[in-house]
């Protein structure tokens, strides 16, 4: 390594690293960090929530979900991260397909008690009475309310800690012509 080198670029990378390291230490004493700051940043735009639905052997699923988003359009893919031990991952991993339903903003109360319950107690679309339609191009029940849906089979799906991260293949999209809000979740604490 030539001297010049030795001698002036690297002490000068060593030193703007320690003032940016210094200025993260200040922004952070600022804004907070750890797990509240990592959810306050991942919602400081508020993230829509959608209501997933599966079904297998008699059995059916929905839950709501806001950690979703499009990964590809040819072909069209949507990955959404699920709790690993809860009942509708499971249901749906062994459906090996599902649906994303998008809801209207006004049916906000029924999503947060969907979000309450688990399908370990007994079904849901029955307990807070959404209608529902088959899906066309995969088993699953479509909600009725809803204004968007697409039609998933499971292409890919892995653990990452608690979650599970599934990857959609889209295999039908379909939209309802509404003029509506939907919901979107901020995170509050
Ligand atoms: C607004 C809202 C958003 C949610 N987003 C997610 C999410 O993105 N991923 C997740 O695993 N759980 C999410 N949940 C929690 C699940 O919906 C909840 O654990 C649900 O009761 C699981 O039901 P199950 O046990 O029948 O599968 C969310 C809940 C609410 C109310």
Known sequence: MPASFRAGYLPAMFEGRQRLQARARRFLSRFGRGPTAFMRVAYQ????????TA??????????VDWHMPVGFEPPRYALAFGRDAHGT??????????????PAELEPIILEAGRRSGHDGDKLDALGLSTS??????????????GRLECTVEDAREWG???????????AEEAPRDTATLHHEWRR
């Open 45 to 52: 735009v508020p993230r829509q929530v959608v209501l997933v």
């Open 55 to 64: 079904s297998h052997a008699g059995e059916r699923a929905l839950w709501p």
């Open 90 to 103: 499971k249901l749906l991993l062994r459906a090996g397909c599902f649906v994303v339903n998008t809801i």
């Open 134 to 147: 088959p899906a066309l191009f995969v088993e699953a029940p479509c909600l009725v309310a809803a204004i």
């Open 162 to 172: 608690d979650r599970v991260l599934v990857v959609g293949r889209v295999q039908h």
